[in-house]
């Protein structure tokens, strides 16, 4: 079992940032890999970005690819994603989420959950 706690949501004007945290705990040797993920009012949870806990590579979406960073620091168990140039568009609540299983990191399959943090972007 992995736990998941985020951080660092709030409110931010159109083109600035934010930092989100992600506190594991629990099995955190055993984490392949962590995701973040957003959903907005109304519409379908999508997939912002993930990164492999043991060699950092990562993998975006389009719609945040340049803009977001996402990145872990093992010996903290904590994964950040780093929104910066933010648009109204971006405002949503963010989970992150992360696996024991190996597997690229395109998919988009975790097991377990963080309770989400939100953030809202003015315009």
């Known amino acids: 079992q992995v736990q998941l706690v985020e951080s660092g949501g709030g409110l931010v004007q159109a083109g600035g940032s934010l930092r989100l945290s992600c506190a594991a705990s629990?099995?955190?040797?055993?984490?392949?890999?962590m995701g973040w993920f957003r959903q907005a009012p109304g519409k379908e949870r999508e997939f912002v970005a993930a990164?492999?806990?043991?060699?950092?590579?990562?993998y975006y979406a389009d719609s945040v690819k340049g803009r977001f960073t996402i990145s872990r620091d093992n010996a903290k168990n904590t994964g950040y994603l780093q929104m910066n140039s933010l648009k109204p568009e971006d405002t949503a609540a963010y989970y992150c989420?992360?696996?024991?299983?190996?597997?690229?990191?395109?998919?988009?399959?975790?097991?377990?959950w963080g309770q989400g943090t939100q953030v809202t972007v003015s315009s």
């Open positions: 990164v492999s806990w043991s060699i950092g590579s990562t």
């Open positions: 629990g099995r955190t040797f055993s984490i392949d890999a």
């Open positions: 989420a992360s696996r024991l299983w190996s597997g690229s990191l395109r998919n988009a399959g975790y097991d377990y």
